[in-house]
Structures are given as structure tokens and as C-alpha cells.
């Protein structure tokens, strides 16, 4: 009996990581807190914050160390510590919910007239709302804490259950959460309601706070359905999109192909396919020709050619004046034989540098900035780029203190080279549709799970989100299909489509309502091999459908403002009764 509550908790988060890939069992966000909420409502301890804390610390060890397990193909510790860390923030609710959103801390008689049920009802409800609040908090402060980390919020169980998910058009990913919080803690109350109940033999069917939670998700529902059915249902326009992918085998701090065949790889794959989507075009016009009718026969011609994070290999060299200059003679004439390759707009993973000219040369400046960039190549041969915000700590920076460099060459086998520079711009790039000219919120690898730094992006033209990514580090592990489950929520949050490109990972094209079928022909746009892995090589040739009135919604212009108010009007909340129990 000792060891029972410490290991229903440790339970209790390990259900919660079957919601997510590749489990991908997202109805038990509903449930798994009805293991939790009792043993942090029942502590007999004199000191129920720190029991609290203890108890929700242990479920989120027992969630993150088996969601994160794909850290582990890059590093064992890294994993660990992570999973200690993000499990305070789990800690930090049970000491809240043990202490002050705790309903059962005050022994309460059960209800038996009118008036004292409705009380019996709001006081359900109003710590139910306190709980979902403070979670909300929670996530949103983990979002940002550290250059934050909002992987996997209990709103990213809903990846696979779209209509729930249309309310982050609202409320953000993060306000997601609240549902599940909420109705698990009334649901909660009501089990051990009917207990007493039963106890006395004075059972009641009907419970006002359940029923009005099961009002609250069903109202969510439809207006999810309703959405749904009507999100982005205006006019589009049409862009055709080439994604390349080659599945490139990594470790920490190496790419286990010559850049030669890297580079080659993904020119080839690009001539190919080119080279196929003209075949078909010209056996369309035959067929049509011999048969003598006036269909229309479907050019297939990209818009856009994309590659992923960090494929060009070779630098740019960044001068004063703001121009851009390639750093080898082979990367120049790459970008020469893309260019001839058809009317396109090129978009490619590089790196940038700080450079400046002497003489003849171009030099790299000493202790320059350095940075992970998208660029944007169109047919006239102008150069736009996109400089990585939301940068990944041990990854792509190493903040200057004391042995932490040396602490990264002995878990990964390889020295920190340098670190990255954060970029300053949020303003998107222009990309070319045929005689049109639609915007693109750029993101770069993890960018595209963090929605309060795409929001920043978002302007009244038509847009689509366009992201680079490389999953490739963690081999054939889960994370890249988290990492998409993730990312589809900011398709519904701005109602922007977005164009992935990975190197290893989901590579695809989301509509405006997270889903990745073609709205009109009902095609999956993934990039998948025939028995449905993303772990494979190949090219992606799908239509991506952009609103040309998308407007801004609700997230867009406030953000996370509901996970904001949410917890700090649980914290206020919890002042008050404390206030009023003393």
C-alpha cells in the first residue's frame, strides 16, 4: 500500500501518453485524470501543496519519460532531464489542485433540496473551471519558460479528432485543454457524489454540474461541425507545390552523406520528377486529342519547388549592404541549374553568415552572427530570406555558462561548434502563383509548434504557412509524427494552409481546418511511401488551396489570451478562498 498512490500516479501519466503518436488513443485525454484528481483530493498529509506537488510531479514523470522516448536516439540524458523538468510544471498543478482548487478538503453533506443542490452545482463547476484554467496556465507558461517547450498540450490529443479541434481558431492549442480538465474534475465530483449517495440510499440520476459540462463539450462540438464545414469555404487560389525529401541518416552533430550526394540527391529527385509531371501532361493531350473532345487537360507545373531545413550545405555570405553572396562556386552553380530547370520559385534550408568584401573576396567577419535560414529563390532570380526565431537550446545554441559546452561533447561525442543567431524579422515573404502574388509565414523545423511566433506573421493578403524541417536526428523514432501533430494546429488557430517539407519526417500540405485531404479531388497529401511510413524518399507533387479572404481570427489577434486569463483568474480565485477560509 505504500508504494500505491505513487504508482496510480506514475499510471496516470503514462495513460496520458497513449493520446499521442504512436499510440494516437486521443480519446483517453478524457479520462486519465480521474486516476489523478482523487489522489491529489485525498491526501491526508498536514502539508497538501508539497503532497500535491509530489503526486503531480510523478504522473508527469510517468508521461514525459515515455512521450519524449525519442530524445533518447539522440541522447539518454538529455531525455531524463527533460522529462524532470517538464514535470515540475505537472507538480506545480498538483499543488494547486491539492490545496486551493481542492473541493474536498471541506467535508460538504450531500444536497437533498433545490436550493442546495444549485449550490452544491456552481461550487462543482466553479472548481472545475479553476482547474482547467490553472492547466491552461501552466502549459502556456511552459510555452515560453526556457525559450519554451509547449510540446504536446492535452489540446494536441485532438490531432486526430478535428472537429474538437477547430475551437483553437479561439482559444489556441492551449485553451484546448481546458475542456478535458473541466469535465474530468466535475465528472470526478459527481462519481464520489454518487458514492455518498448511494451510502444513505438517496441516489439522484440527474447532477446539474455534469449535465452542464456534457452542455459545454456538445456546444464545443458543433461549433467545431460548423466550422468545420465552413472554414476557408470562400474563394482560393490554387498554388502546385514539389516537396523533395530523402530520408538523410544522422547523428548528433554529423550527416552521414557527402554533400555531394546530398546535393545531387535532391536535384535529381526534383529532374525526375519534373521530368514525370511533363510526361503526364503531354499523355493527357494525347488522350484528348485522340479522342477528339475539348476537355481540359490539367498542366501539371509546380509553383513552388521546396527542399528542406539546412539542404544547401554550403553558406551564404550576408554583406552590409544587405545583398547575398554564395560561398562556393558549387553552390552558385546549383542554384543556376535549379533556375534552369523550369518557371518556379525555389525554396531551400540554408545557413547565412555575416560577411564583408576585400579585394576580390568575400571573408566571413570575425565573431559574426550566424543563422538558420529559408530562402526564396523565384524566377527572376531574386533572393529573399528568413531568419530563424524560436531557436533550440543544445541544438542550436548553448547559452554561455560555465561547462555546458563540454557537458554537450561528452553526451553527444562531438564539440558545440557555435551557436546560432536568433533573427529579428517577422514579416512574411512573397511568393509567385502564376500572375499572382501570395505571402508566406515562414517557420523553420520547430517553429511551426509554437503559435504565439506564427501568429506575429500574419497580415490580410493571402497566406500560407511554409515550413522546413529535419526530423532526421531522431532516425526512425515518433517524434517527427508529434512534431505534426503539433504543427497542424496552426493551420486552425490563423486558418492559414501550410506546406511541410522535411528531410526525415511528415512531409505534406494542411488545409485551413488541420485536415491534409485535398478538399476537392479528397487525396491524402502526405508524403508517404505504400505501406504509409514518412520514413522514405521520394517527391510530393499536391495542390495547396489559399484562401484569398482569410481575415484574422480570434488567435490571431489576442493569442493565448484565454490560457492567460484562465490562470490568472484561477490564481485570484485561489487567493480568495484562502482569504475566506482564514
Not at 539518454?76 to 522529462?83: D, I, N
Not at 479561439?170 to 473541466?182: A, D, E, I, T
Not at 460548423?226 to 476557408?232: D, I, K, L, T
Request: glycine residues 10%; neutral net charge; contains cysteine.
Amino acid at each position: 500500500m505504500k508504494y500505491l498512490r505513487p504508482g496510480l500516479a506514475v499510471g496516470s501519466g503514462a495513460l496520458l501518453a497513449l493520446c499521442f503518436p504512436p499510440f494516437n488513443l486521443g480519446w483517453i485525454v478524457w479520462g486519465w485524470m480521474w486516476i489523478l484528481l482523487p489522489l491529489l483530493w485525498t491526501s491526508r498529509s498536514e502539508k497538501k501543496r508539497r503532497a500535491g506537488f509530489g503526486i503531480g510531479f510523478l504522473s508527469g514523470l510517468g508521461f514525459w519519460l515515455i512521450n519524449l522516448k525519442w530524445i533518447w536516439t539522440v541522447t539518454g540524458l538529455g531525455a531524463v532531464t527533460m522529462a524532470l523538468y517538464l514535470a515540475i510544471y505537472f507538480g506545480i498543478f498538483g499543488a494547486f489542485a491539492a490545496n486551493s482548487a481542492n473541493p474536498w478538503r471541506k467535508e460538504v453533506k450531500v444536497a437533498t433540496d433545490i436550493p442546495a443542490r444549485f449550490r452544491e452545482m456552481w461550487r462543482s463547476l466553479g472548481y472545475a473551471a479553476m482547474l482547467g484554467g490553472w492547466w491552461c496556465g501552466m502549459e502556456w507558461i511552459r510555452g515560453w519558460m526556457l525559450t519554451g517547450f509547449g510540446w504536446n498540450g492535452l489540446g494536441v490529443a485532438f490531432h486526430n479528432n478535428l472537429i474538437m479541434a477547430q475551437n483553437a481558431e479561439f482559444v489556441g492549442v492551449y485553451g484546448l485543454s481546458f475542456l478535458p480538465v473541466f469535465f474530468s474534475a466535475v465528472a470526478v465530483q459527481v462519481g464520489r457524489r454518487f458514492y455518498l449517495q448511494a451510502k444513505e440510499q438517496s441516489v439522484k440520476l440527474l447532477h446539474w454540474d455534469f449535465a452542464t459540462a456534457m452542455l459545454v463539450i456538445m456546444g464545443s462540438f458543433t461549433v467545431g461541425s460548423v466550422r468545420f464545414s465552413h472554414a476557408g469555404s470562400g474563394e482560393k487560389i490554387e498554388a502546385k507545390v514539389l516537396l523533395a525529401q530523402q530520408n538523410i541518416p544522422q547523428t548528433a552533430g554529423k550527416v552521414e552523406w557527402p554533400r555531394e550526394e546530398i546535393l545531387g540527391g535532391f536535384t535529381d529527385l526534383v529532374s525526375g520528377a519534373l521530368a514525370d509531371l511533363d510526361a503526364q501532361t503531354h499523355e493527357d493531350l494525347k488522350a484528348t486529342s485522340a479522342e477528339g473532345s475539348e476537355t481540359t487537360v490539367l498542366i501539371r507545373k509546380p509553383d513552388w519547388v521546396i527542399w528542406p531545413e539546412a539542404t544547401l550545405v554550403d553558406r551564404f555570405f550576408t554583406l552590409e549592404d544587405g545583398s547575398r553572396v554564395p560561398e562556393t562556386m558549387t553552390l552558385s552553380d546549383l542554384l543556376d541549374d535549379i533556375r534552369e530547370m523550369g518557371d518556379f520559385t525555389f525554396i531551400a534550408g540554408a545557413n547565412e553568415v555575416e560577411g564583408y568584401v576585400e579585394g576580390r573576396y568575400v571573408h566571413r567577419v570575425e565573431h559574426g552572427r550566424y543563422w538558420n535560414s529559408m530562402i526564396t529563390l523565384d524566377s527572376e532570380r531574386n533572393l529573399e530570406t528568413y531568419r530563424k526565431h524560436h531557436l533550440v537550446i543544445f541544438g542550436e545554441l548553448i547559452p554561455d555558462v560555465l561547462y555546458l559546452r563540454e557537458l554537450y561533447a561528452k553526451v553527444a561525442g562531438v564539440p558545440f561548434i557555435d551557436s546560432f543567431s536568433s533573427g529579428e524579422s517577422h514579416e512574411p515573404l512573397d511568393l509567385k502563383v502564376g500572375e499572382e502574388t501570395v505571402q508566406a509565414i515562414p517557420s523553420i523545423c520547430f517553429e511551426d509548434t509554437v503559435g504565439r511566433l506564427t501568429r506575429k506573421s500574419v497580415r490580410a493578403d493571402p497566406q500560407v504557412i511554409v515550413n522546413i524541417t529535419n526530423d532526421g536526428w531522431f532516425k526512425q523514432s515518433e517524434g517527427a509524427a508529434q512534431h505534426f501533430a503539433n504543427a497542424r494546429f496552426r493551420c486552425i488557430e490563423l486558418r492559414r494552409p501550410m506546406v511541410r517539407c522535411a528531410n526525415s519526417g511528415v512531409g505534406g500540405v494542411i488545409s485551413v481546418t488541420g485536415s491534409t485531404l485535398d478538399p476537392f479531388t479528397r487525396e491524402d497529401r502526405r508524403l508517404v511511401d505504400d505501406s504509409e511510413s514518412h520514413f522514405t524518399r521520394g517527391t510530393l507533387f499536391a495542390s495547396v488551396w489559399i484562401p484569398c479572404e482569410s481575415g484574422f481570427t480570434l488567435y490571431a489577434l489576442w493569442g493565448d489570451w484565454f490560457a492567460v486569463v484562465g490562470l490568472a483568474l484561477s490564481f485570484l480565485a485561489g487567493i480568495a478562498l484562502r482569504l475566506r477560509k482564514s
